[in-house]
């Protein structure tokens, strides 16, 4: 399987953005890509809980956790939801747990790290919003691509022309 991101980044420089290396590929998809649905929450995954219970539909959840090394807002229960509603991937600012379980599903998860104490559940949080980390903005309905090279955003749909 070839490199994602190289090729992209070759065939389409003037679209795509490159996120600030950060992340760790955890899940069981090491490359993945999909519309952008967004959320941002601070050590509370209870919209997360929300979001991967519906159906995914090859998007992918970018959650911004603030960055919080404090808490994991993704854990092995809420990734095989995702994975049975059919989402593509969860990019998280922010930590996951579960991670030897994470790795055994197929979904693409990447975070800052792993922690393994969960957020509190208050409910807080806003969805469709547009989030900033990594130098990039993720905005609700462009795309982002993710691989072991790392993660880019597109205002569109790209394919690799073979």
Not at 40 to 65: H, I, T, W, Y
Not at 102 to 107: A, G, P, Q, R, V
Request: with cysteine.
């Amino acid at each position: 399987m070839e490199d994602l991101l190289p090729e992209l980044c070759d065939q389409f420089p003037e679209l795509v953005q490159v996120v600030e290396p950060m992340f760790g590929n955890f899940g069981g998809r090491e490359r993945f890509g999909g519309e952008i649905v967004t959320l941002k929450a601070f050590e509370d995954n209870s919209l997360v809980r929300e979001q991967v219970a519906l159906p995914g539909e090859g998007k992918v959840l970018v959650v911004d956790g603030g960055g919080s090394m404090r808490r994991a807002m993704l854990g092995d229960m809420l990734a095989e939801k995702a994975t049975k509603n059919g989402w593509a991937g969860i990019i998280i600012y922010g930590c996951i747990r579960d991670v030897n379980a994470i790795s055994d599903l197929d979904l693409g998860v990447q975070a800052l790290g792993a922690h393994p104490m969960k957020t509190d559940k208050r409910g807080l949080g806003d969805l469709n919003v547009d989030v900033t980390f990594g130098g990039v903005t993720f905005r609700p309905g462009e795309y982002v691509y993710a691989d072991n090279n790392g993660v880019l955003v597109s205002p569109q749909k790209l394919e690799v022309a073979e």
